[in-house]
T-cell receptor
């Protein structure tokens, strides 16, 4: 969904289900893409990254997909847990690491 | 990755006053970045602080409002001057470690202006 005003788009999932968080990026020349997780009262923390020459990368319970044709990035979280509740930001890095642009963020809420 | 200590973690300030936020990194870094995160929103870059030179401010941010110091390669301060309620935000310090390529963040300073 779109970010509207002060309200982050929210994704609610049942515990144990898979989550998919989407992000549209702006610069087709960006070199890296990163997903950050921000828990309440903390700064953003790195989750996973992907280079622009890849279309998929897997980590522990997380997978990032990159579709350069439509400038779209997604984060998939398998078997979502209560500890996954947070705000998730995508970021694109370009110009040899000199430019960082953050997406609007999505709030993930895990339901018991 | 670098460990970033940011102080204070939160503060409630009167309008018209100023607050200085400190950022300490456990390793030497060339550039330090200051971001603002308004309630329910994403991160907006305020300025890039280079050691030994003036900070570089992004559009919409000025030195008189957000003076920055960078006395050495491990420390920086951001001052929020003449505060108004619209300055209520989380302010985040960030660095790109020497061996890394992506920003690492401090835990932020949650500022409320009343």
């Amino acid at each position: 969904g779109e970010s509207v005003g002060l309200h982050l788009p929210t994704l609610s999932v049942q515990e144990g289900d898979n989550s998919i968080i989407n992000c549209a990026y702006s610069n087709s020349a960006s070199d890296y893409f990163i997903w950050y997780k921000q828990e309440s009262g903390k700064g953003p923390q790195f989750i996973i990254d992907i280079r622009s020459n890849m279309d998929k990368r897997q980590g522990q319970r997380v997978t990032v997909l990159l579709n350069k044709t439509v400038k779209h990035l997604s984060l998939q979280i398998a078997a979502t847990q209560p500890g996954d509740s947070a705000v998730y930001f995508c970021a694109e890095i370009g110009n040899y690491g000199q430019n960082f642009v953050f997406g609007p963020g999505t709030r993930l809420s895990v339901l018991p | 990755s670098a460990v970033i200590s940011q102080k204070p973690s939160r503060d409630i300030c009167q309008r018209g006053t100023s607050l200085t936020i400190q950022c300490q990194v456990d390793s030497q870094v060339t550039m330090m970045f200051w971001y603002r995160q308004q309630p329910g929103q994403s991160l907006t870059l305020i300025a890039t602080a280079n050691q030994g030179s003036e900070a570089t401010y992004e559009s919409g941010f000025v030195i008189d409002k957000f003076p920055i110091s960078r006395p050495n390669l491990t420390f920086s301060t951001l001052t929020v001057s003449n505060m108004s309620p619209e300055d209520s935000s989380i302010y985040l310090c960030s660095v790109v470690p020497g061996t890394g390529y992506y920003p690492t963040f401090g835990s932020g300073t949650r500022l409320t202006v009343v």
